[in-house]
């Protein structure tokens, strides 16, 4: 069987760089704000609707655009009608995941100024059955699964909304008080569906230590397509970077096991 390493760096052209935080890249999610800006609008939003209980550090692996390779990966995953197609996405997802938080662990550690003893993830915000992709992709991680807190987050009755941020949109089981989490999704496109499920935990009695999220969609605009243009067509994409990247802790790290 292949390793995570083997898996992550055969598809890694189809990644892109996240830029880092600095003048014209919002210092949350690393979208484009307006210039003179430091969030981007809708980071601005879920501040204002979730009165600060936001999670200001995101960590996107990956730029991705609507209808390229990764978003078909993020898609695919979860609801490809082939079962083959769902588990070969399912595989990347993990091995993206354990091949990225394996080499910057300690990079959100000094960030945060703590690192995470627990991880969850974010619900589904519409009725699925059996388990939601994303956990059955974090359980391929051996390591990240032992750190993984079972039903710690679940989604209120009639599910979250996806553009409009409330702390009300999820409940966080008592097991989180006092935990330092790591929150994991797939994709972050206005954050709000995120920073409601960090709010929430955050409500609890939790420390939200990092957002981390697979890919982070693109919006055209033109401070982002510059970005894109200029910088992600001439710096390839390396596992040895990232968008919060300093100096590593020494601390643990992923098996990179073979899947």
């Given at each position: 069987?292949?390793?995570?390493r083997e898996i992550a760096d055969a598809?890694?052209?189809?990644?892109?760089?996240?830029?880092?935080?600095?003048?014209?890249?919002?210092?949350?999610?690393?979208?484009?704000?307006?210039?003179?800006?430091?969030?981007?609008?809708?980071?601005?939003?879920?501040?204002?609707?979730?009165?600060?209980?936001?999670?200001?550090?995101?960590?996107?692996?990956?730029?991705?655009?609507?209808?390229?390779?990764?978003?078909?990966?993020?898609?695919?995953?979860?609801?490809?009608?082939?079962?083959?197609?769902?588990?070969?996405?399912?595989?990347?997802?993990?091995?993206?995941?354990?091949?990225?938080?394996?080499?910057?662990?300690?990079?959100?550690?000094?960030?945060?100024?703590?690192?995470?003893?627990?991880?969850?993830?974010?619900?589904?915000?519409?009725?699925?059955?059996?388990?939601?992709?994303?956990?059955?992709?974090?359980?391929?991680?051996?390591?990240?699964?032992?750190?993984?807190?079972?039903?710690?987050?679940?989604?209120?009755?009639?599910?979250?909304?996806?553009?409009?941020?409330?702390?009300?949109?999820?409940?966080?089981?008592?097991?989180?008080?006092?935990?330092?989490?790591?929150?994991?999704?797939?994709?972050?496109?206005?954050?709000?569906?995120?920073?409601?499920?960090?709010?929430?935990?955050?409500?609890?009695?939790?420390?939200?230590?990092?957002?981390?999220?697979?890919?982070?969609?693109?919006?055209?605009?033109?401070?982002?397509?510059?970005?894109?243009?200029?910088?992600?067509?001439?710096?390839?994409?390396?596992?040895?970077?990232?968008?919060?990247?300093?100096?590593?802790?020494?601390?643990?790290?992923?098996?990179?096991?073979?899947?």
């Amino acid at each position: 069987m292949p390793t995570a390493r083997e898996i992550a760096d055969a598809k890694i052209a189809w990644l892109i760089p996240v830029p880092r935080s600095g003048v014209g890249v919002c210092s949350v999610c690393h979208n484009s704000p307006k210039p003179g800006y430091e969030k981007c609008y809708s980071c601005w939003q879920n501040e204002m609707a979730l009165g600060g209980e936001e999670c200001d550090l995101v960590v996107p692996i990956s730029l991705y655009r609507i209808g390229d390779q990764l978003h078909n990966v993020l898609r695919g995953y979860k609801d490809s009608p082939s079962a083959v197609v769902r588990e070969r996405h399912s595989l990347l997802v993990a091995a993206l995941l354990d091949r990225f938080l394996s080499a910057h662990r300690g990079c959100i550690h000094r960030a945060a100024g703590r690192d995470w003893d627990a991880v969850t993830s974010v619900p589904s915000s519409r009725e699925r059955q059996g388990t939601h992709p994303l956990v059955s992709a974090i359980a391929k991680v051996p390591w990240l699964h032992r750190e993984y807190l079972e039903d710690s987050l679940g989604a209120a009755p009639g599910g979250a909304a996806h553009n409009n941020a409330s702390a009300d949109d999820f409940g966080a089981s008592a097991a989180v008080k006092g935990r330092s989490m790591l929150l994991i999704e797939d994709s972050f496109v206005s954050g709000a569906k995120v920073q409601s499920a960090a709010a929430a935990l955050r409500r609890e009695g939790a420390r939200v230590v990092a957002i981390v999220t697979v890919g982070r969609v693109i919006n055209d605009n033109f401070l982002q397509a510059e970005y894109v243009a200029e910088v992600g067509g001439m710096q390839p994409f390396s596992f040895d970077d990232c968008c919060i990247h300093t100096s590593p802790i020494p601390g643990r790290a992923g098996s990179g096991g073979r899947y």
